[in-house]
């Protein structure tokens, strides 16, 4: 029995040395946290409902994209965009997805398009692209945040 009262003495003299490490700050934590984070990607890209079906996260970007360009083409078609400017096959439209599920379309222009009157091509596009369905935000460590891209967008389809 007196063995058991040695090797119990051991173990427990011997153990000490796990009580002294050394616990990182909250601030350091956090710093070390924040430095693992990648903020140029997010965890999950924008979606539409219809979108959220499919299982795999590039399926769902792929879905998102060709989903939002087919309805903005459609949106583009009824108007006299092409009419007007029988030149212009392509927009490139920058959208900016609101944490707040809210988007922005704001169309870019090269810096030599003195060929079109380009105010009055954005305000067509403010005109039209109005009521879009209910998109999900994209998140980040589950957060919801703004994300931009450039989505260029055919408007004469031949």
């Known amino acids: 029995?007196?063995?058991y009262y040695f090797l119990l003495l051991f173990i427990l003299f011997t153990s000490c040395q796990y009580f002294e490490k050394q616990v990182p700050s909250e601030k350091e934590l956090l710093q070390k946290e924040l430095k693992a984070i990648?903020?140029?990607e997010v965890d999950e890209y924008p979606s539409?409902?219809?979108c959220d079906k499919l299982d795999d996260k590039t399926e769902r970007q792929q879905c998102f994209f060709n989903l939002l360009t087919q309805l903005i083409q459609e949106?583009?078609?009824v108007d006299t965009l092409s009419v007007l400017y029988p030149e212009l096959d392509t927009i490139e439209v920058k959208v900016t997805v609101f944490p707040n599920s809210k988007m922005k379309f704001e169309p870019?222009?090269?810096k030599d398009s003195v060929a079109?009157?380009?105010i009055k091509i954005d305000s067509i596009l403010h005109a039209r692209l109005v009521d879009f369905p209910k998109v999900n935000p994209a998140l980040k460590q589950g957060i919801p945040v703004k994300t931009q891209?450039?989505?260029p967008v055919i408007?004469?389809?031949e």
Do not use: A
């Open 48 to 50: 539409f409902v219809d």
């Open 75 to 77: 949106k583009l078609q």
């Open 1 to 3: 029995m007196k063995h």
């Open 149 to 151: 891209f450039i989505l």
């Open 108 to 110: 870019q222009f090269p």
């Open 38 to 40: 990648n903020w140029k």
């Open 116 to 118: 079109y009157d380009t």
């Open 155 to 157: 408007i004469k389809i």
